[in-house]
């Protein structure tokens, strides 16, 4: 998948997940107030999370962006690939641990613990959303390459084979295309609804 793409499939959960008022139940910010400064943090964080994953690959905006820490990977990579330890080259990789759902879930498991002594402040509370957001989009990246051909490593660190379900060809552009304007369009109209722009109705689009 394309950037566009998981920016604004990132950026779709995340909202989703406020309009449908799942953020404010997840027990990591239960206890925190839900604001506007809060949400977007939260949206914010999503839209960094659906990019960051690929800063395993030096060619990607996250991996330009972050060079010191993508060549570093990719020389690895190629190091771990000359002394023919597959394992090791595999999590160095693109689509290596980086795409692996059980490091996600390790730092969500990190914020779980801490978050209580971030949120110690106003905008100690605002990172907390932040964070939380941030492996929102990350699980949105995972969810949206799992549905590729090339798929994600599902069980690494214990296994390294990937899996894919439907098997999208990421090259196809026009199909990216559509993808990417369709969760734009719907991003849109969400926070349309969210601000309470009544004028949707008035051209036939109902409010949620």
């Known amino acids: 998948?394309?950037?566009?793409?998981?920016?604004?499939?990132?950026?779709?959960?995340?909202?989703?997940?406020?309009?449908?008022?799942?953020?404010?139940?997840?027990?990591?910010?239960?206890?925190?107030?839900?604001?506007?400064?809060?949400?977007?943090?939260?949206?914010?964080?999503?839209a960094i999370g659906g990019l960051i994953v690929d800063i395993d690959h030096i060619k990607s905006t996250a991996g330009r962006k972050f060079?010191?820490?993508?060549?570093?990977?990719?020389?690895?990579?190629?190091?771990?690939k000359a002394l023919r330890m597959k394992y090791f080259a595999k999590l160095t990789g693109h689509r290596g641990l980086l795409h692996a759902p059980f490091l996600w879930m390790f730092f969500m498991g990190l914020l779980l613990c801490f978050s209580k002594a971030i949120a110690a402040?106003?905008?100690?509370?605002?990172?907390?959303?932040?964070?939380?957001?941030?492996?929102?989009?990350?699980?949105?990246?995972?969810?949206?390459?799992?549905?590729?051909?090339?798929?994600?490593?599902?069980?690494?660190?214990?296994?390294?084979?990937n899996y894919h379900i439907i098997g999208f060809n990421t090259g196809n552009k026009i199909r990216e295309w559509i993808f990417s304007t369709v969760f734009f369009v719907i991003n849109l109209i969400i926070?349309?609804?969210?601000?309470?722009?009544?004028?949707?109705?008035?051209?036939?689009?109902p409010k949620f």
């Open 1 to 46: 998948m394309r950037i566009k793409t998981h920016l604004n499939g990132a950026i779709l959960t995340g909202l989703v997940m406020i309009q449908t008022n799942t953020v404010s139940h997840i027990p990591i910010i239960s206890n925190i107030p839900s604001t506007l400064f809060h949400y977007t943090g939260f949206i914010t964080g999503c």
């Open 121 to 161: 402040t106003k905008i100690g509370e605002i990172i907390v959303y932040c964070i939380l957001g941030i492996l929102i989009g990350a699980f949105s990246h995972l969810l949206l390459d799992f549905m590729t051909v090339s798929g994600i490593p599902l069980f690494l660190p214990f296994y390294t084979k």
């Open 191 to 205: 926070i349309a609804n969210i601000m309470g722009v009544n004028s949707l109705e008035k051209i036939g689009i």
């Open 67 to 80: 060079k010191i820490i993508s060549t570093t990977l990719f020389l690895l990579n190629k190091i771990f």
